[in-house]
């Protein structure tokens, strides 16, 4: 499910900044030298990131090199933490807010393991997901007729709002769950971290399409996926291909990249 927590921040007594202001000439994201740690132990090592706005960037790596703890303290999951280092968003310093203000502003994970959450329709969770974002409510006639708009557009069956979240569902209804997801609340920045995974020919279509047409309503969309497959990226045209190697970005380049490690593997990084 996408990182949208329930409490507003007005409940918390905080005081934000407008979600949104934009520092002229920022890039859409900016990781500088980002240190993470899950359950004590360093994981990130120092990454730096920057992706523009309407670029699309693939993160590869081996297994446990990290990506799914950088996609998490992107969203600032607060179980990764950020020992130093800055994520900025359109300038902004997001590094210390909470998931929901971070959604708040337009960014989005689709998660590499969505969660099950049993007896919560998934109309009625993206129409409070859709409240979060936009800040206002949003009526259930609203849901269901961009819900019904939007399994339209990508090619989903229509009855799949009806289905509780997650719940039986199996592992390609999931990562099509999150693009749709991700479709409903119109992002700016989404990080998709192995929505490709485990996914069959059309369910690859699904997320591809997701994407294009999410681009096509918001063209300033950046998209940062995280995948080990070539096939996705043939669909989405990265404009930048990052390894990620042992909590490090240790190589960055065009998607000719992502040929050679289908090819060759890691091993070159291996000592
Ligand atoms: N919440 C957590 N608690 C404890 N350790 C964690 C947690 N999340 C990640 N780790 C550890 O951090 C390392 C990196 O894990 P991570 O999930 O970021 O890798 P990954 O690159 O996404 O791997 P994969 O390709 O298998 O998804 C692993 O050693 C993992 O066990
Ligand atoms: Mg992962």
């Given at each position: 499910m996408a990182q949208t927590a329930p409490v507003a921040p007005a409940a918390r007594g905080e005081l934000e900044q407008a979600p949104g202001a934009v520092a002229a000439g920022a890039p859409l994201l900016q990781v500088e030298d980002l240190h993470v740690a899950a359950e004590g132990r360093e994981i990130l090592h120092g990454v730096d990131l920057a992706v523009g706005e309407g670029e699309l960037h693939a993160i590869m790596g081996p297994n446990g090199s990290g990506k799914s703890t950088l996609a998490n303290a992107l969203l600032g999951?607060?179980?990764?933490?950020?020992?130093s280092g800055r994520v900025l968003y359109r300038g902004e310093d997001?590094?210390?807010?909470p998931p929901d203000a971070r959604a708040r502003r337009g960014m989005f994970l689709a998660f590499q393991y969505p969660e099950e959450i049993p007896g919560v329709p998934i109309s009625q969770f993206l129409r409070q997901a859709a409240a979060e974002r936009t800040g206002s409510p949003v009526s259930v006639l609203e849901v269901r007729v961009r819900l019904r708009e939007w399994l339209d557009r990508l090619g989903?069956?229509?009855?799949?709002?009806?289905?509780?979240?997650?719940?039986?569902?199996?592992g390609g209804e999931k990562k099509r769950n999150e693009i749709l997801q991700m479709a409903l609340l119109q992002p700016d920045l989404a990080v998709l971290d192995e929505?490709?995974?485990?996914?069959?020919i059309d369910g690859l279509r699904t997320v591809a399409r997701g994407v294009e047409e999410v681009r096509l309503a918001r063209p300033g969309l950046g998209v940062v996926v995280v995948t080990h497959y070539r096939r996705i990226l043939d669909e989405l045209s990265p404009d930048r291909v990052h390894v990620l190697f042992d909590g490090r970005i240790v190589e960055s380049s065009g998607p000719e990249l992502a040929a050679r490690l289908e090819r060759d593997g890691y091993e070159a990084w291996r000592r």
């Open positions: 999951n607060p179980a990764y933490e950020v020992l997001v590094t210390s807010l989903m069956d229509p009855t799949f709002g009806e289905r509780h979240l997650n719940d039986g569902f199996s929505t490709d995974s485990g996914l069959d």
